[in-house]
């Protein structure tokens, strides 16, 4: 079966800090790969996304970026962090080529930014 | 872009009554998936609809997609305190297109 693993699971950063965020899945290959940011109690705001290793598409010009070094690796980093950066950060992977659109999300990641 | 409009944005009820939740858009979507999400988790998938008026069960939850694949709703029947969470609808493929979510509270 297919898990994914995100961490750290909360996370405290000054901001001007610099961020990094990992997520890894197992059980699958070659998957699709999101970052999503999530107001509190709110729908989500895709952020990247990766159809394959080193190709990143980004959804929103911001202070973050992200890589995949590995098929099942996604990070999200950040140089230096702004106070609006903070929030509760989701990733999700996807099998490629269903048609049927399912996502399958980790635990995620709340920052906060001080 | 394709935007889904959820309503209401909370709902509060007690348990034993029943509940719908709607997701809305104009557009057209080749298939639409339910979310619920807890507080600190991530949205666990429910049910995906890919067929025009098709209507999905899952114990006391009921799926409907709109004939015109443009709306969904789900129907929670004699609501339980474990039902509390973020309904979250999303449609599309590849990128979605997540609803803002309704927020359900079930009090005993």
């Known amino acids: 079966s297919q898990t994914i693993h995100q961490w750290p699971a909360t996370l405290v950063q000054p901001v001007g800090s610099p961020l990094s965020l990992e997520c890894t899945v197992e059980g699958t290959s070659n998957p699709n790969l999101y970052w999503y940011r999530q107001a509190a109690g709110r729908g989500l705001q895709l952020l990247f996304y990766?159809?394959?290793?080193?190709?990143i598409s980004s959804e929103v010009p911001q202070n973050l970026s992200a890589s995949r070094p590995q098929d099942r690796q996604f990070i999200l980093s950040s140089k230096k962090l702004l106070l609006s950066d903070s929030g509760f950060y989701l990733c999700a992977w996807s099998v490629v080529g269903t048609g049927r659109g399912e996502q399958y999300f980790g635990p995620g990641t709340r920052l906060t930014v001080t | 872009t394709q935007l889904l409009e959820q309503s209401p944005q909370f709902l509060s009820i007690q348990e034993g009554e029943n509940l719908t939740v709607y997701c809305n858009s104009s557009s057209v979507f080749s298939s639409l998936q339910w979310y619920r999400q807890e507080p600190g988790e991530g949205p666990v998938l429910l049910v995906t609809v890919v067929t025009g008026g098709e209507v999905k069960k899952l114990k006391r939850l009921t799926f409907q997609f709109g004939d015109a694949r443009k709306d969904s709703s789900l129907h929670i029947t004699a609501a339980q305190t474990g039902d509390t969470g973020l309904y979250l609808c999303a449609g599309g493929w590849g990128k979605l297109q997540f609803g803002a979510g309704t927020q359900v509270v079930v009090t005993p």
């Open positions: 990766s159809v394959g290793i080193g190709q």
